[in-house]
T-cell receptor, first 113, second 111 residues
Framework: GAGVSQSPSNKVTEKGKDVELRCDPI?????LYWYRQSLGQGLEFLIY????????KSGLPSDRFSAERTGGSVSTLTIQRTQQEDSAVYLC???????????FGPGTRLTVL | GQQVMQIPQYQHVQEGEDFTTYCNSS?????IQWYKQRPGGHPVFLIQ?????EVKKQKRLTFQFGEAKKNSSLHITATQTTDVGTYFC???????????FGSGTRLLVRP
C-alpha cells in the first residue's frame, strides 16, 4: 500500500470489553511502533517491533495491553477489559529500519463508555 | 528518563506574523526531530537535526539545534493559514528505539 493503514478508524466500546486495533505498515518496513495520543496531548510510546519481535514493551501502560506482529507485517494491539481512561487515539507508525523516519497511520479513535 | 519540554503550549498569530516554538532538555541530546500534525490528522515528519549548532531550512521553516545540543527551535516566517496545526519535537532515547515526544505547540493563524 501507499502508506500505513489502521483499522477501525473509530471504535466505541463499553467498559470491560476487549478491543483489537490493527495496523498495516508500509510494505518492506521492518520497524513498527504503537503510540497513544490523548485529547490535546503529545504522543506516548507504547511498543516497538523489529520484525516480529518486540524488543521494547516498556511503554505498555498495564498488563491489559498486549501487541503482536505476524509475518513481519501486520500488527494487532489488544486492550483487554477496557477502562474509560483507555479512550484516546492509537497511532501506528512504521519505518524502513530502526531509528529511520517514521510514517504514521491515520490512527484509531477509541472511545470507552 | 529523558524528557523534552516544549513551549509555548499554544500560540495564536495573525497571518503574516512569524512563529517560533522551542524544545528544551536538561540533558544533552544526540538528535532531535520535528513533526507537524494538522487538526484531525496524524504526525508528519519534518526534519531531523543531529549536529551541534545545526541550522536547516525548508522554505519558510527554519530549524536550529543549539550549540550545547540541549535545545532546538522551529521558526516559521510569515505564517500562512496552511501552517495551522500542532508542532512536536521528538528525541530518540539513548541506547533505545523509543521516540519521546514533546507536548507540542498548537499554532492557530488568523486570516
Amino acid at each position: 500500500g501507499a502508506g500505513v493503514s489502521q483499522s477501525p478508524s473509530n471504535k466505541v466500546t463499553e467498559k470491560g470489553k476487549d478491543v483489537e486495533l490493527r495496523c498495516d505498515p508500509i510494505s518492506g518496513h521492518t520497524a513498527l511502533y504503537w503510540y497513544r495520543q490523548s485529547l490535546g496531548q503529545g504522543l506516548e510510546f507504547l511498543i516497538y517491533f523489529q520484525g516480529n519481535s518486540a524488543p521494547d514493551k516498556s511503554g505498555l501502560p498495564s498488563d491489559r495491553f498486549s501487541a503482536e506482529r505476524t509475518g513481519g507485517s501486520v500488527s494487532t494491539l489488544t486492550i483487554q477489559r477496557t477502562q474509560q481512561e483507555d479512550s484516546a487515539v492509537y497511532l501506528c507508525a512504521s519505518s524502513y529500519g530502526a531509528r529511520d523516519t517514521q510514517y504514521f497511520g491515520p490512527g484509531t479513535r477509541l472511545t470507552v463508555l | 528518563g529523558q524528557q523534552v519540554m516544549q513551549i509555548p503550549q499554544y500560540q495564536h498569530v495573525q497571518e503574516g506574523e512569524d512563529f517560533t516554538t522551542y524544545c528544551n532538555s536538561s540533558t544533552t541530546l544526540s538528535n532531535i526531530q520535528w513533526y507537524k500534525q494538522r487538526p484531525g490528522g496524524h504526525p508528519v515528519f519534518l526534519i531531523q537535526l543531529v549536529k551541534s549548532g545545526e541550522v536547516k531550512k525548508q522554505k519558510r521553516l527554519t530549524f536550529q539545534f543549539g550549540e550545547a545540543k540541549k535545545n532546538s527551535s522551529l521558526h516559521i516566517t510569515a505564517t500562512q493559514t496552511t501552517d495551522v496545526g500542532t508542532y512536536f519535537c521528538a528525541v530518540w532515547m539513548d541506547s533505545s528505539y523509543k521516540l519521546i515526544f514533546g507536548s507540542g505547540t498548537r499554532l492557530l493563524v488568523r486570516p
